[in-house]
Protein backbone atom coordinates (compact mmCIF):
# COMPACT_ATOMS: atom_id res chain seq x y z
CA UNK A 1 0.00 0.00 0.00
CA UNK A 2 1.36 3.40 -0.92
CA UNK A 3 2.11 6.18 1.89
CA UNK A 4 2.41 9.76 1.78
CA UNK A 5 4.16 10.99 4.97
CA UNK A 6 4.79 14.48 5.77
CA UNK A 7 7.40 14.39 8.71
CA UNK A 8 8.62 17.89 10.66
CA UNK A 9 10.78 17.82 13.08
CA UNK A 10 9.27 20.60 15.92
CA UNK A 11 10.36 22.07 18.61
CA UNK A 12 13.21 24.29 18.03
CA UNK A 13 13.35 27.43 20.65
CA UNK A 14 15.30 30.03 20.25
CA UNK A 15 13.87 32.16 22.38
CA UNK A 16 16.38 32.72 25.20
CA UNK A 17 19.09 32.79 22.36
CA UNK A 18 17.05 35.72 20.08
CA UNK A 19 16.50 37.91 23.01
CA UNK A 20 20.53 37.87 23.81
CA UNK A 21 21.00 38.44 20.30
CA UNK A 22 18.59 41.61 20.38
CA UNK A 23 20.45 43.28 23.53
CA UNK A 24 23.58 42.74 22.17
CA UNK A 25 22.30 44.33 18.95
CA UNK A 26 20.81 46.83 21.00
CA UNK A 27 24.06 47.35 22.41
CA UNK A 28 25.93 47.71 19.66
CA UNK A 29 23.51 50.32 18.01
CA UNK A 30 23.81 52.99 20.67
CA UNK A 31 27.48 52.66 20.56
CA UNK A 32 26.95 53.71 16.56
CA UNK A 33 24.75 56.15 16.38
CA UNK A 34 26.03 58.34 19.81
CA UNK A 35 29.98 58.33 17.83
CA UNK A 36 28.70 58.55 14.46
CA UNK A 37 26.49 62.24 15.15
CA UNK A 38 30.44 63.18 16.49
CA UNK A 39 32.08 62.18 13.34
CA UNK A 40 29.85 64.42 10.95
CA UNK A 41 30.64 67.52 12.68
CA UNK A 42 34.41 66.33 12.70
CA UNK A 43 34.63 65.43 9.36
CA UNK A 44 32.70 68.61 8.21
CA UNK A 45 35.06 70.69 10.58
CA UNK A 46 38.13 68.91 9.13
CA UNK A 47 37.63 68.32 5.14
CA UNK A 48 38.24 64.91 5.22
CA UNK A 49 35.90 62.47 3.42
CA UNK A 50 37.48 59.41 4.88
CA UNK A 51 35.83 60.68 8.10
CA UNK A 52 32.61 61.75 6.04
CA UNK A 53 32.40 58.37 4.75
CA UNK A 54 32.79 56.32 7.61
CA UNK A 55 30.54 58.37 9.52
CA UNK A 56 28.09 57.73 6.60
CA UNK A 57 29.16 53.98 6.49
CA UNK A 58 28.21 54.01 10.64
CA UNK A 59 24.77 55.29 9.44
CA UNK A 60 24.38 52.32 7.10
CA UNK A 61 25.52 49.93 10.43
CA UNK A 62 23.12 51.79 12.40
CA UNK A 63 20.10 50.85 9.30
CA UNK A 64 21.49 47.43 9.02
CA UNK A 65 21.31 46.57 12.83
CA UNK A 66 17.96 48.37 13.36
CA UNK A 67 16.90 45.86 10.27
CA UNK A 68 18.12 43.21 12.05
CA UNK A 69 16.36 44.21 15.13
CA UNK A 70 12.78 44.16 12.96
CA UNK A 71 13.75 41.12 11.31
CA UNK A 72 14.44 39.42 14.17
CA UNK A 73 10.76 40.44 15.69
CA UNK A 74 8.88 39.14 12.53
CA UNK A 75 11.20 35.63 12.09
CA UNK A 76 9.98 35.28 15.62
CA UNK A 77 6.35 34.92 14.57
CA UNK A 78 4.54 31.74 14.60
CA UNK A 79 3.70 29.95 11.13
CA UNK A 80 0.22 31.25 10.38
CA UNK A 81 -2.31 32.11 7.43
CA UNK A 82 -1.14 32.01 3.92
CA UNK A 83 2.78 32.27 5.22
CA UNK A 84 3.22 29.17 6.62
CA UNK A 85 6.88 28.41 7.04
CA UNK A 86 6.49 32.27 9.51
CA UNK A 87 8.28 35.13 8.73
CA UNK A 88 11.11 33.54 8.76
CA UNK A 89 12.64 34.92 5.46
CA UNK A 90 12.46 38.38 6.87
CA UNK A 91 16.26 38.14 7.91
CA UNK A 92 17.32 37.12 5.11
CA UNK A 93 15.60 40.04 3.52
CA UNK A 94 17.47 42.06 5.92
CA UNK A 95 20.77 40.61 4.66
CA UNK A 96 20.45 41.09 1.61
CA UNK A 97 19.49 44.98 2.03
CA UNK A 98 22.36 45.27 4.55
CA UNK A 99 24.61 43.41 1.30
CA UNK A 100 23.23 45.52 -1.11
CA UNK A 101 23.70 49.01 0.85
CA UNK A 102 27.41 47.79 0.90
CA UNK A 103 27.64 47.78 -2.73
CA UNK A 104 25.76 51.26 -3.35
CA UNK A 105 27.83 52.81 -0.61
CA UNK A 106 30.87 51.45 -2.24
CA UNK A 107 30.06 53.10 -5.37
CA UNK A 108 29.07 56.49 -3.98
CA UNK A 109 32.54 56.46 -1.77
CA UNK A 110 35.08 55.29 -4.75
CA UNK A 111 33.44 58.17 -7.30
CA UNK A 112 34.03 60.75 -4.81
CA UNK A 113 37.57 59.65 -3.61
CA UNK A 114 38.60 59.44 -7.26
CA UNK A 115 37.84 62.99 -7.26
CA UNK A 116 39.85 63.73 -4.67
CA UNK A 117 42.53 62.30 -6.27
CA UNK A 118 42.50 63.97 -8.68
CA UNK A 119 41.78 67.34 -7.26
CA UNK A 120 43.24 66.77 -3.43
CA UNK A 121 41.05 69.38 -0.95
CA UNK A 122 43.10 70.50 2.18
CA UNK A 123 42.60 68.16 5.21
CA UNK A 124 43.15 68.83 8.83
CA UNK A 125 45.39 65.36 9.49
CA UNK A 126 45.45 65.63 13.65
CA UNK A 127 41.58 66.24 13.94
CA UNK A 128 41.32 63.22 10.93
CA UNK A 129 43.48 61.06 13.37
CA UNK A 130 42.31 61.64 16.31
CA UNK A 131 38.69 61.06 15.46
CA UNK A 132 39.62 57.64 14.02
CA UNK A 133 41.25 56.23 16.48
CA UNK A 134 38.33 56.88 18.79
CA UNK A 135 36.37 54.98 16.52
CA UNK A 136 38.33 52.41 16.22
CA UNK A 137 37.24 52.08 19.79
CA UNK A 138 33.87 52.43 19.27
CA UNK A 139 33.97 50.18 16.27
CA UNK A 140 35.74 47.18 18.45
CA UNK A 141 33.25 47.15 21.12
CA UNK A 142 30.59 47.09 18.51
CA UNK A 143 31.91 44.56 16.64
CA UNK A 144 32.69 42.47 19.90
CA UNK A 145 29.10 43.08 20.71
CA UNK A 146 27.97 41.47 17.38
CA UNK A 147 30.41 38.56 17.77
CA UNK A 148 28.38 37.40 20.62
CA UNK A 149 25.20 36.95 18.70
CA UNK A 150 24.17 34.40 16.65
CA UNK A 151 26.52 35.05 13.51
CA UNK A 152 25.34 31.72 12.11
CA UNK A 153 22.06 33.44 10.82
CA UNK A 154 22.68 35.12 7.65
CA UNK A 155 20.79 38.51 9.19
CA UNK A 156 23.43 38.98 11.87
CA UNK A 157 26.27 38.45 9.81
CA UNK A 158 24.64 41.00 7.75
CA UNK A 159 25.10 43.67 10.76
CA UNK A 160 28.26 42.07 11.30
CA UNK A 161 29.91 42.51 7.81
CA UNK A 162 28.47 46.37 8.17
CA UNK A 163 30.49 46.62 11.50
CA UNK A 164 33.47 44.96 10.19
CA UNK A 165 34.18 46.99 7.01
CA UNK A 166 33.45 50.32 9.45
CA UNK A 167 36.55 49.16 11.91
CA UNK A 168 38.91 48.58 8.72
CA UNK A 169 37.80 51.79 7.15
CA UNK A 170 38.65 53.63 10.38
CA UNK A 171 42.01 51.78 10.57
CA UNK A 172 42.25 53.35 6.67
CA UNK A 173 41.39 56.53 8.33
CA UNK A 174 43.79 56.73 11.37
CA UNK A 175 47.07 55.78 8.67
CA UNK A 176 45.77 58.42 6.25
CA UNK A 177 45.45 61.32 8.99
CA UNK A 178 49.16 60.43 10.33
CA UNK A 179 50.29 60.40 6.28
CA UNK A 180 48.83 63.64 6.46
CA UNK A 181 50.08 64.78 9.33
CA UNK A 182 53.41 63.82 8.81
CA UNK A 183 53.71 64.49 5.20
CA UNK A 184 51.26 66.59 4.40
CA UNK A 185 50.00 64.06 1.42
CA UNK A 186 46.24 64.86 1.25
CA UNK A 187 45.39 62.43 -0.90
CA UNK A 188 46.49 59.72 1.81
CA UNK A 189 42.33 60.65 2.79
CA UNK A 190 41.10 59.33 -0.44
CA UNK A 191 43.32 56.61 -1.00
CA UNK A 192 42.58 55.33 2.25
CA UNK A 193 38.86 55.92 1.01
CA UNK A 194 39.45 53.71 -2.11
CA UNK A 195 41.34 51.02 0.08
CA UNK A 196 37.53 50.53 2.19
CA UNK A 197 35.59 50.60 -0.68
CA UNK A 198 37.54 47.21 -2.10
CA UNK A 199 37.02 45.82 1.34
CA UNK A 200 32.69 46.94 1.20
CA UNK A 201 32.41 45.38 -2.60
CA UNK A 202 33.82 42.48 -1.40
CA UNK A 203 31.58 41.96 1.66
CA UNK A 204 28.38 43.18 -0.16
CA UNK A 205 28.81 41.01 -2.87
CA UNK A 206 29.13 37.46 -0.54
CA UNK A 207 25.90 38.94 2.07
CA UNK A 208 23.78 39.62 -1.76
CA UNK A 209 24.77 35.70 -3.32
CA UNK A 210 24.42 33.94 -0.18
CA UNK A 211 20.87 35.44 0.46
CA UNK A 212 19.98 34.99 -2.87
CA UNK A 213 20.99 31.72 -2.93
CA UNK A 214 18.30 31.34 -0.38
CA UNK A 215 15.01 33.18 -2.50
CA UNK A 216 16.27 30.90 -5.29
CA UNK A 217 15.66 27.64 -3.27
CA UNK A 218 19.64 26.66 -4.15
CA UNK A 219 20.61 23.66 -1.96
CA UNK A 220 22.82 25.15 1.44
CA UNK A 221 26.12 25.36 -0.19
CA UNK A 222 27.73 22.75 2.80
CA UNK A 223 25.03 20.18 1.15
CA UNK A 224 25.42 18.48 -1.89
CA UNK A 225 22.14 16.98 -3.66
CA UNK A 226 23.66 14.29 -5.44
CA UNK A 227 25.33 12.98 -3.37
CA UNK A 228 22.59 12.83 -0.74
CA UNK A 229 20.18 11.41 -3.15
CA UNK A 230 23.01 8.55 -3.65
CA UNK A 231 23.22 8.02 -0.18
CA UNK A 232 19.67 7.79 0.10
CA UNK A 233 19.17 5.30 -2.56
CA UNK A 234 22.25 3.04 -0.78
CA UNK A 235 19.28 2.19 1.58
CA UNK A 236 18.94 -1.92 0.70
CA UNK A 237 15.35 -1.48 0.47
CA UNK A 238 15.18 1.94 -2.22
CA UNK A 239 15.22 0.96 -5.53
CA UNK A 240 14.38 4.82 -6.71
CA UNK A 241 14.93 8.34 -5.10
CA UNK A 242 13.39 11.29 -7.35
CA UNK A 243 12.14 14.56 -7.12
CA UNK A 244 14.93 15.18 -4.56
CA UNK A 245 14.75 18.86 -3.68
CA UNK A 246 17.33 20.65 -0.81
CA UNK A 247 16.62 24.15 0.09
CA UNK A 248 17.16 26.62 3.00
CA UNK A 249 14.07 27.91 5.06
CA UNK A 250 16.58 31.04 6.31
CA UNK A 251 20.24 30.46 7.53
CA UNK A 252 21.34 27.49 9.50
CA UNK A 253 17.25 25.32 8.81
CA UNK A 254 17.69 23.17 5.66
CA UNK A 255 14.99 21.53 4.48
CA UNK A 256 14.37 18.13 2.28
CA UNK A 257 11.79 16.37 -0.02
CA UNK A 258 11.87 13.30 -2.13
CA UNK A 259 9.77 10.45 -3.55
CA UNK A 260 11.52 7.41 -2.73
CA UNK A 261 10.26 4.22 -3.96
CA UNK A 262 10.70 0.94 -1.98
CA UNK A 263 10.75 -2.47 -3.32
CA UNK A 264 7.22 -4.42 -3.68
CA UNK A 265 9.03 -6.56 0.30
CA UNK A 266 9.84 -3.79 1.84
CA UNK A 267 8.32 -1.98 4.60
CA UNK A 268 7.96 1.52 3.47
CA UNK A 269 7.40 3.11 7.62
CA UNK A 270 10.31 1.49 7.98
CA UNK A 271 12.35 2.87 5.52
CA UNK A 272 11.47 6.40 5.73
CA UNK A 273 12.32 6.11 9.36
CA UNK A 274 15.73 5.01 8.34
CA UNK A 275 16.19 7.79 5.75
CA UNK A 276 15.52 10.32 8.24
CA UNK A 277 17.64 9.56 10.59
CA UNK A 278 20.32 9.24 8.42
CA UNK A 279 19.08 12.77 6.88
CA UNK A 280 19.25 14.12 10.54
CA UNK A 281 22.30 12.37 11.81
CA UNK A 282 24.39 12.96 8.47
CA UNK A 283 23.62 16.05 6.97
CA UNK A 284 21.67 17.89 9.80
CA UNK A 285 19.00 17.93 7.79
CA UNK A 286 15.29 17.85 10.16
CA UNK A 287 12.70 19.34 8.06
CA UNK A 288 11.98 16.85 5.71
CA UNK A 289 8.74 15.45 3.39
CA UNK A 290 9.61 12.25 2.57
CA UNK A 291 6.57 10.59 0.41
CA UNK A 292 7.25 6.45 0.45
CA UNK A 293 5.54 4.17 -2.19
CA UNK A 294 6.33 0.94 -3.56
CA UNK A 295 7.89 0.05 -7.18
CA UNK A 296 4.59 -1.58 -7.96
CA UNK A 297 2.08 1.18 -6.99
CA UNK A 298 0.33 2.41 -10.18
CA UNK A 299 -0.36 5.84 -8.72
CA UNK A 300 2.90 6.81 -10.05
CA UNK A 301 1.62 8.62 -12.83
CA UNK A 302 2.39 12.12 -12.13
CA UNK A 303 5.99 11.16 -11.75
CA UNK A 304 6.82 10.65 -15.22
CA UNK A 305 8.20 13.89 -15.72
CA UNK A 306 10.46 14.26 -12.38
CA UNK A 307 12.55 17.11 -11.26
CA UNK A 308 15.66 17.10 -11.13
CA UNK A 309 17.93 14.00 -11.60
CA UNK A 310 16.96 10.37 -10.47
CA UNK A 311 18.82 8.31 -8.58
CA UNK A 312 18.60 4.58 -9.22
CA UNK A 313 20.01 1.42 -6.93
CA UNK A 314 22.82 -0.37 -8.45
CA UNK A 315 21.14 -3.23 -10.99
CA UNK A 316 20.27 -6.00 -9.43
CA UNK A 317 16.75 -8.45 -8.78
CA UNK A 318 14.10 -6.04 -6.88
Not at 89 to 105: D, V
Not at 149 to 173: C, K, M, P
Not at 240 to 253: F, K, N, P, Y
Request: charged content about 15%; some cysteine; overall charge negative.
Amino acid sequence: MAEEHNHEHGGHSHGVAADADRRWLASALALITGFMAVEVVVGIVAGSLALISDAAHMLTDAASIVLALIAMRLAARPARGGFTYGLKRAEILSAQANGLTLLLLAAWLGYEAVSRIIDPPRVAGGLVLVTALAGIVVNIAAAWCLSKANRTSLNVEGAYQHILNDLFAFIGTAVAGLVVVLTGFARADAIATLAVVVLMVRAGYGLVRDSGRIFLEASPTDLDPDAIGDRLVGNPAVAEVHDLHVWAITSGQPALSAHILVDPGGDCHAVRRDLEKVLSHDYRIDHTTLQVDHTTEPALAHCGDPHGPVHRDAPHDH
